[in-house]
């Protein structure tokens, strides 16, 4: 794996982790930050090039001031897509990664992008299915709306080291910026998601309590041609709390799609 740095305007360089050969895919990572999707990249590094940025702002990455929303943070990925001549991109993004990829799929007017998988994505809103406020949750709550095992992940502030309690802080400093108001949504996607006719694999943990599975059903029937799958025991990161059965939905995606996977 190599990790560069690729520059899209005179104040903005992205740093970019790639690994693999063959189709490209871009992996999105959550609020989280790139940790969340580093073992999703991984896997799929195995049959595809994948391309894992880190979202301006995060683990002390430059944000600049004009980048305030996540249409500005698509509108960026999509300038660096379009710079490297990337085509048949397929799009993987986790939380607010599924939102931004969303987001990139209805601005893509040079049709880079062939293939989306949101996994427990925001970015919608849902008149009867709300997104848990995230920002108002202490750890215990972030813990239990975001696993379905709580208790195996869940980690007490007064546990981390002063260094690492200082870059989430500054991740969900960034994401407030980003996403906070509205709240983790923007209120016109939905109607416009109908218009992205690319094939759409929506994956969802059966028990995420930040949008719940009726919420990805509502999102997944709003574009052209989705599909929702549902993973049993986990929640809001199913690509670390079941990644084999997550990984074998993405697997038979591409399969699907034509492109094959060496996977197993």
């Known amino acids: 794996m190599s990790t560069n740095a690729s520059a899209m305007y005179a104040d903005l360089s992205l740093t970019l982790s790639e690994a693999g050969e063959g189709r490209p895919v871009l992996v999105l990572h959550g609020g989280g930050g790139p940790a969340t999707v580093a073992g999703l990249a991984q896997h799929l590094s195995r049959a595809a090039h994948t391309i894992t ?56 007017s040079a049709g880079s992008i062939t293939g989306l998988v949101l996994i427990d994505a925001v970015g919608v809103q849902v008149e009867t299915e709300h997104i848990t406020d995230f920002f108002a949750l202490d750890a215990r709550g972030v813990a239990e709306h975001s696993w379905h095992d709580p208790d195996r992940y869940y980690l007490d502030p007064a546990d981390v080291p002063a260094e690492e309690l200082a870059r989430r802080q500054a991740n969900m400093a960034t994401m407030r910026i980003l996403a906070g108001d509205p709240y983790m949504h923007d209120p016109t996607l939905l109607p416009r998601l109908g218009q992205i006719q690319v094939p759409s694999l929506l994956i969802w943990g059966e028990s995420d309590r930040i949008v719940t599975p009726a919420y990805g059903a509502a999102y997944a029937d709003a574009f052209g041609d989705g599909r929702l799958e549902v993973v049993p025991k986990a929640g809001h990161l199913p690509q670390i709390e079941q990644p084999d059965a997550t990984f074998a939905l993405i697997d038979a995606y591409l399969r699907q799609s034509g492109n094959p996977s060496d996977q197993p």
Do not use: C, F
Request: charged share 25%.
């Open 53 to 108: 940025p880190v979202h301006p702002g995060w683990d002390g990455t430059h944000r600049p001031a004009w980048l305030t929303g996540i249409d500005d943070l698509a509108l960026a990925y999509l300038h660096m897509l379009r710079d490297r001549r990337l085509r048949d991109v397929l799009v993987v993004g986790s939380s607010l990664g599924g939102w931004t990829a969303a987001e990139m799929a209805v601005r893509d």
